[in-house]
């Protein structure tokens, strides 16, 4: 498959050739047709796919081949809504590259920074605006940008934009934007809160979805353990004390899961640390620094945190939690097993993540190894002491156990029993 029998038209074509791009990568090859049909697009891919591209290759196209000679001040027709401003840079940049040819100009507005030199630009008029949430509504509310214009709306990296906690920002820009518009929304992830927002912003989209290479999967040794969600931490740390492992990313699905196992891992005498969006810069930089030094051997990370993560030489990849998202699995294991390094990918599967377990021997077209034999096959949490067989007279009320529920912050949590091994 080549960029021109996608449909890319010439003044495109020659900027990606001077770029050296010969042919599309699988997101572009997925993506760029159903754009050109004028399509609402849900995008599960990561950075690094060539996800830029996908988007902004049609959408220069688009504007291109919709030009009219207008007097006048250039009106914003095209924006792109991305969490950081190194990605805002990096996507005005690739508009730029990509356009050369076209005449399309596009500008780049984020925060920190004084608003003067950015509100100059906009008052002379672009076509394309890359913006990062909280600088544009400031200026949007201040007059200085109108979305009444747009027709292509492109909301990137959501799952980190929702992190970052920009759900309110995000849900005040859609609200400016014209109903008739052609609109994209890309995630690496797709958590419930993720597919309700796209729900929100898109029509009746196409969706395409890309993983990294799956042969990533054939490589690594993949093993499932099936243990109780009580059982996780205690066989985690049966593992570490008895296996060869030496960096080890652990992944949680929560920030708070990560937090939990860090703890728990410390009072096993594990060096661990945790890296997820609520950590700031410098705490995640060192915590990553430690890891690479081998000073501590467990990371946990949450999968938005971990895309971070520049590691190479990862003995095991963790799955504490199930992803709910397959792709999400393979992300994950491929980040151990490179440069021909052997990796191992060890599974936790409680009874609930069954269901995703079933969706990833899909995806990867395998079936993972099962570990039938380990201590805590059938692990059960400590009995609550109203159920312990105490002697009556002799037991211990336990916090918040009355009627009224108590609210108690050391309340014991109820737990269905550990469900048993086997599938
Ligand atoms: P992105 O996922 O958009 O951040 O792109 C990742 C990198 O891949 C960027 O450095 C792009 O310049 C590059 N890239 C994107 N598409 C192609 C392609 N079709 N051929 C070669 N390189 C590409």
Do not use: W
Not at 48 to 71: H, W
């Amino acid at each position: 498959m080549t960029f021109l029998q996608l449909g890319v038209i010439d003044p495109i074509l020659k900027a990606l050739d001077s770029e050296g791009y010969t042919h599309p990568t699988p997101i572009q090859e997925q993506s760029i047709p159903i754009l050109l049909r004028g399509k609402d697009l849900l995008g599960c891919a990561q950075t690094g796919t060539g996800k830029t591209a996908a988007f902004a290759l049609p959408i220069l196209q688009l504007l291109y081949q919709k030009q009219t000679q207008a007097k006048g001040k250039r009106k914003i027709k095209a924006l792109i809504v991305t969490p950081t401003r190194e990605l805002a840079i990096q996507i005005g940049e690739s508009f730029s590259v990509y356009g050369k040819h076209t005449g399309i100009r596009n500008t780049v507005i984020f925060g920190g920074v004084k608003q003067g030199a950015q509100t100059k630009i906009l008052n002379r008029g672009v076509d394309v605006l890359v913006a990062t949430p909280g600088r544009l509504l400031d200026l949007m509310q201040q007059g200085f940008i109108s979305l009444a214009d747009v027709k292509y709306s492109v909301l990137d990296e959501a799952d980190r934009m929702l992190d970052m906690g920009f759900i309110h920002d995000i849900k005040k820009i859609i609200a400016k934007l014209p109903a008739q518009r052609q609109s994209l929304f890309f995630s690496a992830t797709m958590p419930p809160d993720i597919v309700a927002l796209s729900r929100k912003i898109l029509g009746n989209p196409e969706k395409v979805s890309v993983t990294p290479d799956q042969t990533t999967a054939e490589k690594v040794e993949q093993v499932v353990y099936f243990v109780s969600k009580p059982g996780k931490t205690k066989l985690l740390i049966h593992l570490l004390n008895t296996q060869a492992m030496n960096s080890v990313l652990v992944f949680s699905r929560t920030k708070h899961g990560a937090n939990k196992i860090v703890k728990l891992l410390g009072r096993a005498k594990i060096a661990a640390e945790a890296i997820h969006s609520n950590k700031s810069q410098g705490a995640r930089q060192r915590a990553l620094g430690n890891f690479k030094s081998g000073e501590t051997k467990v990371l946990v990370a949450t999968d938005i945190a971990a895309r971070g993560i520049d590691v190479d030489d990862l003995s095991h990849v963790v799955n504490y939690d199930l992803p709910n998202i397959s792709e999400t699995y393979v992300h994950r294991i491929g980040r151990t097993g490179r440069a021909g390094a052997s990796g191992i990918a060890i599974s936790f599967c409680d009874d609930e993540e069954k269901a995703y377990l079933r969706d990833i021997e899909k995806l990867i077209k395998q079936k993972i190894k099962i570990i039938a034999e380990h201590p805590f096959v059938n692990y059960k949490p400590e009995v609550p002491a109203k159920d312990a067989a105490v002697p009556y007279g002799l037991r211990k009320k336990a916090p918040g156990s009355g009627r009224s529920g108590g609210g108690g912050g050391g309340r014991p949590r109820r737990h269905r029993s550990a469900p048993r091994a086997g599938r």
